[in-house]
C-alpha cells in the first residue's frame, strides 16, 4: 500500500510541515505494518525519515542520543543529508560517523559495545557545529514542498 498521506490544507511553516509530516507518516506506516527503512519506501521517503529521526535525537540528547542503535540508518545519514540537499549537514554526519571507533556501525551489538566516556569531547564539539547550521527540519520541510508526490497521496 502507498505510504504517502494526505497533504495539509495549510502549511505555516517549512519547520511545522517537517515535524507534523514526520509523525503523520510514523503513524501511516504502522498502521500499515512497516518500518521506516523498508526499502520499498521511496528514496526521498527514507532519506527524510531517517534525517528528521536523528534530528529528533540530535536535538533531545546531541549525538550522545543518537548513537543509542539504529546503526544501519547512522550510516545512510551522510547520503541521506546530501539526497536533500543539506550539504554541511552530509559532512556533519560524515564526521560523526568517522569519530566513532572501528566497527562500531557495524551493527546494533557494536554499537551497544562502545565506551562513549573518551568520545565525550568530540561529540560536544559535533553537537555544537549541529546548532551552529541552519535547521534541519527546516530543510526537511522546504525538500517535501519541493517535492510534493514523494509524500503526499
Known amino acids: 500500500m502507498d505510504p504517502r498521506v494526505p ?21 501511516r506506516l504502522a498502521d500499515l505494518g512497516r518500518a521506516s527503512d523498508d526499502p520499498g519506501l521511496s528514496p526521498a521517503m527514507r532519506a527524510f525519515l531517517a534525517l528528521s529521526w ?7 540528547g546531541g549525538f550522545a542520543g543518537l548513537w543509542q542503535g539504529r546503526t544501519a ?8 543529508a546530501a539526497l536533500i540537499g543539506a550539504v554541511e ?8 560517523n568517522a569519530a566513532l571507533p572501528p566497527g562500531a556501525l557495524a551493527d546494533d551489538d557494536a554499537l551497544a559495545e562502545v565506551d562513549f566516556g573518551p568520545l565525550e569531547a568530540i561529540e560536544g564539539v559535533l553537537t555544537d557545529r549541529y546548532y551552529e547550521l541552519d535547521e534541519l527540519a527546516e ?6 514542498i519541493a517535492h510534493p508526490d514523494e509524500f503526499f497521496s
Open 54 to 60: 536523528a534530528d529528533m535525537w540530535i536535538g533531545n
Open 7 to 27: 497533504a495539509p490544507k495549510i502549511i505555516d511553516s517549512p519547520n511545522d510541515l517537517a515535524i507534523d509530516l514526520y509523525a503523520d507518516l510514523l503513524q
Open 73 to 80: 540508518t547512522i550510516r545512510g545519514l551522510p547520503d541521506a
Open 89 to 96: 549537514f552530509a559532512s556533519l554526519f560524515r564526521d560523526a
Open 139 to 144: 530543510m526537511l520541510g522546504d525538500f517535501v
